[in-house]
């Protein structure tokens, strides 16, 4: 088994699907594959039609299943030490070296392996691929594929999201509240600032309401042990504007995003900084010039918090011989989107995070081998007629 798992990685990895590229080849990649295994795979692409998710069933779909969920982009290799060549797979010492070999084409590939197995097994329930684009830019690909699912009268007993926990149960992770704030400011000569409006200024003036918003919230919490920082995260990545020293800037943007623990609701905070540039920074600027502004575009991203006691993460944990807490990450994943429609999720896949988008980023042999060996573990329990009673 683990070597039809290598040799699709390799397949997988010599694909270059940096998100900002497509990643349809993949798919038909993927899509031949499962046609050759006799399962048909339906497509849920983009607007554009550039792009697609894969949803395929193994088994009987009027009853519902187990869903396996992978993305298939990765993050750019661009201005990164890469020893080798990170679009083709390398084998060196117990490690597969490639861009997205952990995260989490390595978990697609097993999940692949495991097609006729899964066949061959006869399971009561159906097992799901899902697998997704535009997972790297912000869950963005999944959301059509969620919105699919949740419009069907047969929903999944539950979701397995592989991304590199180095095998271990993931119950929660935080939310994500991403933003772009721009300012369109009035320009000017800057030895005359009064008759202009600064752009800058005023996004500074924002930025350092988000960085005492922050302080305040690692102060006073809310606190979430299990998490590492156990408190919501503020943090902005991004600031540029204005072109040169002696003209007022007319334009500013910066990027911000808070880092949610699943308890704790973001949006008054959002709203107190949207009330404060309404309120308080527009009406002077306006008083300058009509036509400047301050614009938001948001986004956001479910936290996940899938309870110990759920029968589904009970299960997975059986069948992974430790039934131990699961643990908590800072990072998101598309898990939070699943749960989101009711879909018991836990993550759960090979290879660690410290490897995922690093240069030579690699996943180790072992780690396939333990998700293949869980696999197997879990075509057995389900077998048994007694899984889920746990
Ligand atoms: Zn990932």
Redesign the pocket.
């Known amino acids: 088994m683990i070597k039809q798992v290598i040799s699709i990685l390799a397949d997988l990895v010599a694909f270059d699907t940096t998100s900002k590229y497509s990643n349809l080849e993949l798919i038909e990649y993927v899509q031949q594959y499962l046609n050759k295994h006799g399962i048909e795979s339906e497509l849920v692409p983009n607007e554009e039609g550039t792009k697609a998710n894969l949803y395929a069933t193994i088994g009987d779909a009027t009853v519902p299943g187990i869903v396996l969920s992978g ?1 298939t982009d990765v993050v750019p290799v661009t201005g990164q030490p890469w020893t080798s060549d990170p679009f083709s797979l390398l084998e060196k010492q117990g490690k597969l070296y490639g861009r997205g070999t952990c ?2 084409k390595g978990f697609i590939a097993v999940c692949l392996a495991m097609t006729s197995t899964f066949i061959e097994a006869k399971l009561p329930v159906p097992i799901h691929f899902a697998f997704s684009y535009d ?2 830019i912000g869950c963005i690909g999944v959301r059509d594929l969620i919105t699919e699912l949740d419009r069907r009268p047969i929903k999944p007993l539950g979701c397995i999201v592989g ?1 590199p926990t180095s095998m271990r149960c993931i119950g929660a992770h935080k939310g994500l509240v991403h933003s772009r704030c721009t300012i369109k400011g009035c320009p000017g000569h800057s030895s005359a600032p009064d008759k202009g409006v600064n752009a800058i200024f005023q996004a500074t003036k924002l930025v350092s309401m988000l960085q005492e918003i922050g302080e305040d919230i690692k102060q006073n919490g809310p606190f979430d042990a299990r998490f590492e920082p156990p408190y919501t995260t503020v943090h902005v990545g991004t600031i540029s504007g204005g072109a040169v020293l002696n003209i007022i800037p007319q334009h500013c943007d910066f990027e911000f995003e808070f880092r949610n623990i699943p308890s704790h609701d973001v949006s008054p905070y959002v709203e107190e900084l949207q009330q404060y540039a309404k309120n308080t920074l527009l009406p002077p600027m306006r008083a300058v010039a009509d036509d400047t502004d301050i614009t938001w575009h948001i986004d956001s991203e479910h936290a996940l918090n899938t309870p110990d006691t759920d029968t589904f993460s009970l299960w997975v944990r059986q069948v992974l011989g430790k039934v131990e807490p699961t643990g908590a990450v800072s990072y998101g ?1 598309e898990a939070g989107l699943f749960s989101h429609i009711n879909i018991p999720t836990i993550v759960c896949g090979p290879g660690s995070i410290d490897q ?1 988008h690093r240069p030579d980023e690699f996943v180790e042999l072992s780690q396939l081998q333990h998700c293949i060996d869980f696999m197997h573990d879990f075509i057995a329990t389900i077998d048994s007629k007694d899984w889920l009673k746990v």
């Open positions: 993305h995260d989490m997972e790297e991304e994943t995922a």
